[in-house]
């Protein structure tokens, strides 16, 4: 795959460009968040990973302006920030996924196999309806019938990828990837505890759910 690397930390840039080389991708490396809007523009990369503090802009302005360009393909946010509102405010940015500094390159490796193959799907529905709910990505806005439903960002990536999926059962182990990322510590319990949060949010008590239950494997929505 060709990947953008953008990594103002010499040391870390050289290694992490030489590690990625060695599982025979082609990297481009740039230290500064402008340089890398501006050949994330230029050119065509499969991956973009962005490191959060960085001269110029950071890695999360870099990121909102390339997603207000309507630029589509994945991005990998690289930060010492582990707090959960800084991962939070990563996703909201436009980043696909987030890893902590310090890692392990084995998990970077995953990470990146993992958004190449998001990558390589085809692009998705800008605004999809399903029954009475109508979900708009440009917006980030979920509606049931005329009323616009608020949910939390969190909510509403979990929501997002069961729609994506719509018809098909999502295991458990996806959402959680899916939403939380490789290597969390969010359990099966908090994921059921946010789809109970979602199906209060999101249901009508005249209709039948949205969110459906499959018993020992995970969630799906109907088609």
């Known amino acids: 795959m060709k990947i953008l690397l953008a990594e103002d930390d010499v040391k870390l840039g050289r290694l992490i460009k030489h590690m990625l080389e060695t599982e025979q991708h082609h990297v481009e490396w740039v230290v500064r968040g402008d340089e890398a809007v501006v050949r994330a523009t230029d050119e065509v990369f499969d991956i973009i990973l962005l490191d959060w503090m960085m001269p110029g802009i950071s890695g999360l302005d870099a990121c909102r302006q390339l997603r207000e360009q309507g630029y589509k393909k994945p991005v ?44 390589e799907a085809p692009l998705q529905e800008e605004i999809v309806t399903v029954g009475i709910w109508q979900l708009n990505r440009t917006r980030r806005t979920v509606t049931r019938g005329h009323s616009e439903i608020q949910l939390s960002a969190r909510e509403y990536q979990l929501l997002d990828v069961l729609i994506q999926n719509r018809g098909l059962v999502v295991p458990r182990e996806v959402l959680l990837d899916r939403v939380w990322g490789l290597g969390s510590e969010v359990s099966d319990n908090n994921l059921d505890a946010y789809i109970r949060l979602l199906r209060k949010k999101i249901d009508d008590p005249e209709t039948e759910t949205l969110i459906q239950t499959v018993r020992g494997i995970g969630y799906k929505v109907g088609a």
């Open 76 to 119: 990998l946010m690289l930060t010492a920030k582990d707090a959960v509102d800084d991962k939070v405010q990563g996703l909201d940015g436009g980043a696909d996924d987030y890893l902590i500094k310090p890692f392990e390159f084995s998990e970077l490796f995953a990470r990146v196999r993992a958004l190449g193959r998001r990558g």
